[in-house]
C-alpha cells in the first residue's frame, strides 16, 4: 500500500459532471503534485505545490481544473465538467521540499472513466 | 527546456535473460535521473537515482543504471529477468536548479517470457 494516500481509487461518471479526487501526502513533506497518466503514456504534470502555494500550473487546463492544497497538507484537484477526454488515472506524489535530489513518492492513483 | 526519450515502448525478454531499458535525456543544467517502476493500476515505484557522484547506481530488485555524460543516457539494466519484473518503466528527469520540474519519459512495458 503507497504511503501517499487518494481516494477514491476508481471513479466513474457521465460528462458535464463534477469530479474531486483527493490527496492525503506523506507527512511532512511541503512539495506535492498531481500528475495525469493517460493510458500507455507517461505522467504529465498538472500542478506542483510548495506547501500551500502553485508554483506549477502551466498545464492544468484552468477553464475545466482546480485544485488547493489550503493548509499545506492535503489537496483536492476537481474537474468541472467533466469531458471524454479526461478519462485518465490521476496521480498525487509528494517529496520533502525543494531540492532535486528528492525522489518522489507517488500514491496508486485515481482511475477516472467518463461515459 | 529538458525532456526523457526511452527507446522502444514494449520490450520482451525470456526469463533469466539481461534487461536493458534504454533512456536518452537532454537538459541544460546538470541532471537528476531517476527510474521509476509502475504495476497495473497502481503508482508509481522508486527503482534507483542518480544525482551526483558515481556514475553507476544500484536499485531495488537488483536493477542499476550507468549515467553516461558523454552520451546523454542513464539505461536501466539487469542481468536476470525475473517474471516479477513485468511491470512499466518511466526515466525522469528533474532540473537541478530552481523548483523541482520533473520530466517523464513515454514508458517502456517489459514484458517476460517464461
Known amino acids: 500500500e503507497a504511503e501517499v494516500a487518494q481516494s477514491p481509487r476508481y471513479k466513474i461518471t457521465e460528462k458535464s459532471q463534477a469530479v474531486a479526487f483527493w490527496c492525503d501526502p506523506i507527512s511532512g513533506h511541503a512539495t506535492l503534485y498531481w500528475y495525469r497518466q493517460i493510458l500507455g503514456q507517461g505522467p504529465e504534470l498538472l500542478v506542483q505545490f510548495q506547501d500551500e502555494s502553485v508554483v506549477d500550473d502551466s498545464q492544468l487546463p484552468k477553464d475545466r481544473f482546480s485544485a488547493e492544497r489550503l493548509k499545506g497538507v492535503d489537496s483536492t484537484l476537481k474537474i468541472q465538467p467533466a469531458e471524454l477526454g479526461d478519462s485518465a488515472m490521476y496521480l498525487c506524489?509528494?517529496?520533502?521540499?525543494?531540492?532535486?535530489?528528492?525522489?518522489?513518492?507517488f500514491g496508486d492513483g485515481t482511475r477516472l472513466s467518463i461515459l | 527546456a529538458q525532456s526523457v526519450t526511452q527507446l522502444g515502448s514494449h520490450v520482451s525478454v525470456s526469463e533469466g535473460a539481461l534487461v536493458l531499458l534504454r533512456c536518452n535525456y537532454s537538459s541544460s543544467v546538470p541532471p537528476y535521473l531517476f527510474w521509476y517502476v509502475q504495476y497495473p493500476n497502481q503508482g508509481l515505484q522508486l527503482l534507483l537515482k542518480y544525482t551526483t557522484g558515481a556514475t553507476l547506481v544500484k536499485g531495488i530488485n537488483g536493477f542499476e543504471a550507468e549515467f553516461k555524460k558523454s552520451e546523454t543516457s542513464f539505461h536501466l539494466t539487469k542481468p536476470s529477468a525475473h517474471m516479477s519484473d513485468a511491470a512499466e518503466y518511466f526515466c525522469a528527469v528533474i532540473n537541478s536548479g530552481g523548483y523541482q520540474k520533473v520530466t517523464f519519459g513515454t514508458g517502456t512495458k517489459l514484458q517476460v517470457i517464461p
Open positions: 506524489a509528494s517529496s520533502p521540499g525543494l531540492g532535486s535530489n528528492q525522489p518522489q513518492h
